[in-house]
């Protein structure tokens, strides 16, 4: 079935937004603040619960619900809606102390650049001063310094202690039932939906999604950067689609239990397979000390990269360790043919000694007629040039490689005015 991301993507803005209108049901009032005009003080109103609504939002879609997810097509592109919208929160509440500081231009200038910080005679205030300044830290750590996964992960659980401060803040000063009780009950409603993903993804996650237990089976050194793992269950067997992924957590001495994504190649059997490229301290450990014997932590399956829901007539272009889905459609296509299908793979790489599984693809297409292998060595011939493939117009596209060559290619996409519902990509940078 098709997904229209795009609708969905505008019923949460939408569902943000609809905080403007309600506002308007809100008459003026008369303003106690020193020199504050009515209309300037219902303006920084609307401004602070258009950001408080898309907090509140953003806290759902970062909470992995697998029914949500799939109405973005992917957790990746719900990730990424929810990135734009905690920025747009944060831009409008940091707007918001200012205008309602605006009362002391030009009498007080130095009262104008205190008001944001928490030195107001009311405790309710002065929360949510704290609560900015929590949020302002949070921010800069995730948009302008770089911690290490681990660290930010916790640390981005304070969001949700934040955001309750906001929530106390705003319904004691903003709003109440009797000046407008329909933006009362929404804000009752978005509040509710923001505090309960947050105990959700905080509290009980653990316990909705247990997860499989795996242990380690095979570990093999492709180059000196990619590690293939295969991993046999310790119980209960995962279900999944080729092409989908899971959060693995690795559990060895030594070893943080934080959970990262990966691609799920093959399932042969009751074994699973990934690969990891050492990129950071957490896949550089794991590069170098990963052992058979190892128990692993599996939850998922997530994504919606499925090549049999498109055309039969198809376009893959992998990009380095992008080539993980494609090998599980390519073993999944063994065991299950297609005569109708017609592939073109577009296998990526800065030398030819960094593609993977390249011995394979080359076989399956000895025995696929339908499939057809471009290796394009970025040494030799450049980078793909996407325009120059004949018929994609034309043909469904799967895409799955390095951020910036994703967003490259869908530029050119874009560009050549192809259908975003016939362009399917996979990104595990989910910023």
């Not at 619960?49 to 898309?54: A, D, Q, R, V």
């Not at 017609?342 to 080359?362: H, I, K, P, S, T």
């Amino acid at each position: 079935m098709k997904i229209n991301i795009k609708a969905t993507n505008y019923f949460f803005w939408g569902l943000a937004l609809l905080v403007i209108p309600l506002s308007f049901f809100s008459a003026p009032e008369a303003s106690g603040h020193h020199k504050m005009p009515p209309l300037l003080k219902h303006v920084n109103e609307i401004v602070a619960l258009t950001g408080y609504s898309m907090l509140a939002l953003s806290f759902v879609l970062s909470a992995r619900i697998k029914w949500l997810e799939r109405q973005f097509d992917g957790l990746d592109k719900m990730y990424q809606t929810h990135h734009k919208m905690a920025v747009v929160a944060f831009i409008f509440m940091l707007a918001h102390p200012f205008l309602l500081a605006l009362r002391w231009i030009p009498d007080n200038a130095a009262r104008f650049f205190l008001s944001v910080f928490p030195l107001h005679h009311r405790d309710e205030v002065n929360l949510g001063s704290y609560a900015l300044w929590g949020i302002i830290v949070l921010m800069v750590f995730t948009l302008l310094i770089k911690l290490p996964y681990r660290i930010w992960k916790i640390s981005h659980k304070f969001m949700g202690v934040f955001f309750i401060m906001i929530v106390i803040h705003t319904f004691h000063l903003t709003v109440s039932f009797d000046r407008n009780p329909l933006l009362w009950i929404y804000l009752v409603l978005i509040s509710g939906f923001g505090i309960a993903a947050f105990i959700y993804q905080t509290l009980l996650f653990g316990l909705f999604n247990r997860g499989l237990m795996y242990v380690v089976k095979a570990v093999e050194k492709i180059n000196g950067k990619v590690l293939s793992v295969k991993l046999i269950p310790q119980g209960r067997e995962l279900n999944f689609i080729p092409g989908q992924f899971c959060f693995f957590s690795f559990r060895y001495p030594g070893l943080s239990r934080e959970s990262h994504p990966y691609t799920l190649c093959s399932g042969e059997g009751s074994t699973v397979q990934i690969l990891v490229k050492s990129l950071g301290d957490y896949t550089s450990r794991l590069y170098d000390t990963l052992k058979p014997g190892a128990k692993v932590k599996i939850n998922g399956p997530y994504g919606c990269f499925h090549f049999r829901e498109g055309i039969n007539d198809q376009v893959w272009i992998a990009g380095g360790v992008g080539i993980a889905p494609f090998v599980s459609w390519m073993n999944d296509l063994q065991l299950k043919p297609s005569d109708k299908l017609r592939v073109e793979l577009y296998y990526c790489v800065n030398q030819e000694g960094e593609a993977m599984y390249l011995d394979e693809f080359r076989s399956f297409e000895q025995s696929f007629p339908g499939f057809k292998l471009h290796l394009i060595c970025a040494d030799k011939e450049g980078f793909l040039k996407v325009r120059g493939i004949v018929g994609i117009q034309e043909k469904e596209i799967f895409l799955c490689g390095p951020k910036a060559m994703s967003k490259s290619l869908n530029g050119i996409f874009q560009e050549m005015h192809i259908p975003s519902q016939r362009i399917h990509y996979e990104n595990f940078d989910f910023s």
